[in-house]
């Protein structure tokens, strides 16, 4: 009786995350004004209409048939939003917006999905006949809830290359008093830290954080705080993105084709530099983290004389302590909130690089998780002992190309559940408008 009770408790906590994960995409939407809803505000990613019907259909095609045995209402629609894009290397996509059904008819499509799967979902909480591959229930419950809050992350980005104009404002986040910005590095001893989660623990996990290992860092240093607007603009004084020197061989390529010479997130004008927030353009203020490439990462790391950190180093860097016992999170034990860092949809747009001292790691770095995701020098691939989800066979594994590289920490935008020390997250190379910043290491 106690077990089904502890099964119940948490299959209906599951439930209650699905309809907040729910809330969260579908107040994201609202933002977007109807008549820019066929909008494409990056030209690498699909159309704004694409992803209302899409979050829907991932959750419809991973439960429908081989969990719920439920029958297929519109296999056209559920083949059309089933899959997004990450072009590599140019083949941008050429669709036009009447090449989309109406918003009413997504909508009637999302409605029903809905309806359909909380139907099932209100009796299968500790039904063990309702799993997919071996995977039992809440298994499944926790990808729909994170596959969606990763998309109601990267659709902030997305949204955030709209035009002003083409959004309803939002209220802005109050201004963070903060100390003068300290710009120094931390000496890191050498030490043994754990990466990826046990099977055998029976924790949720993505099929890349899988299987745990343990490796030896040896000793560094690193940044304290992430690189800052400041800083980068001192690199792009010195003239950083002409400067053949510092650019590997692809990304100089990438750079002269496409033209770049500015962040993404930057905007000149009258001779003053601007950032462009979600809803409006302020001056460029220099203690926030700058928001790059993993291109223009790597040459101001070469610039300043000094790389991008490994995905080792990052973590031993934000869990480790000089007692060699690790942290679950960078300040300690204690659940993530606004006073340890600027994540789980608090703001819309970053904060100071130093605004929350009380998320320090053991070693006094700051900001480590929130405020924008970290690049590392690590290119994604399998753990040891990787196995690909049966029902998601390409989620990682289609990624372990060598052109994508490991993001640590989050965003403003990052929901708390994914702020665990074993998730992973990736992103190629020459892409500008992820949340990301980062910070050096010398070995």
């Not at 931390?186 to 623990?201: A, N």
């Not at 800083?231 to 792009?236: A, D, I, T």
């Not at 610039?303 to 060699?324: D, I």
């Not at 789980?344 to 995701?373: K, Y």
Request: with cysteine.
């Amino acid at each position: 009786m106690l077990t089904v009770q502890r099964e119940s408790v948490v299959v209906d906590s599951l439930l209650q995350r699905v309809s907040e994960a729910r809330q969260k995409s579908d107040s994201l939407f609202e933002i977007v004004r109807p008549e820019a809803v066929y909008d494409r505000p990056i030209s690498e990613r699909h159309r704004i209409i694409f992803y209302i019907g899409h979050l829907e259909a991932f959750d419809w095609n991973l439960l429908h048939e081989n969990v719920f045995g439920l029958r297929k209402f519109h296999p056209e629609f559920d083949r059309l939003f089933a899959f997004g894009i990450d072009p590599v290397g140019g083949g941008l996509p050429t669709d036009q917006p009447t090449d989309w059904p109406s918003l009413e008819r997504v909508r009637e499509y999302v409605s029903r999905i809905r309806a359909s799967l909380d139907e099932k979902l209100a009796v299968a909480i500790t039904d063990d006949r309702y799993q997919r591959d071996g995977f039992s229930l809440d298994t499944l419950l926790n990808v729909a809830i994170e596959h969606r809050l990763m998309h109601v992350e990267t659709l902030a980005y997305m949204l955030h290359q709209l035009p002003f104009s083409r959004k309803f404002p939002q209220p802005a986040s109050a201004p963070v008093l903060t100390s003068p910005l300290r710009i120094s590095m931390v000496s890191i001893p050498g030490g043994r830290i754990h990466l990826g989660l046990s099977r055998q623990r029976g924790e949720f996990g993505w099929d890349n954080e899988f299987e745990a290992h343990t490796a030896e860092v040896p000793a560094f240093e690193i940044d304290r705080c992430m690189v800052s607007n400041g800083q980068f603009l001192q690199f792009l004084e010195d003239q950083g993105y002409e400067r053949r020197e510092l650019w590997g061989d692809a990304d100089w390529e990438w750079r002269s084709a496409s033209s770049i010479s500015v962040p993404v997130f930057w905007h000149k004008k009258g001779g003053a530099w601007f950032w462009r927030t979600m809803f409006g353009e302020i001056p460029l203020p220099l203690d926030w983290p700058v928001y790059v490439s993993h291109a223009e990462a790597s040459a101001f790391a070469r610039w300043a004389g000094k790389t991008l950190p490994t995905e080792e180093q990052w973590q031993r860097a934000a869990y480790g302590s000089s007692e060699e016992a690790e942290r679950f999170y960078p300040w300690g034990k204690e659940a993530p909130t606004s006073k340890h860092g600027n994540f789980d949809f608090q703001n819309w747009d970053p904060m100071p690089v130093n605004a929350h001292p009380r998320g320090q790691s053991a070693f006094g770095i700051e900001g480590m998780l929130g405020n924008g995701w970290e690049w590392t020098s690590t290119a994604f691939g399998p753990f040891p002992g990787f196995e690909p989800f049966p029902f998601y066979r390409g989620y990682s594994a289609d990624f372990f190309d060598g052109k994508h590289f490991v993001i640590k920490g989050g965003s403003s935008r990052t929901a708390a559940c994914m702020l665990r020390p074993t998730f992973r997250n990736w992103f190629q190379s020459h892409y500008q408008y992820v949340y990301a910043g980062f910070r050096c290491v010398i070995k």
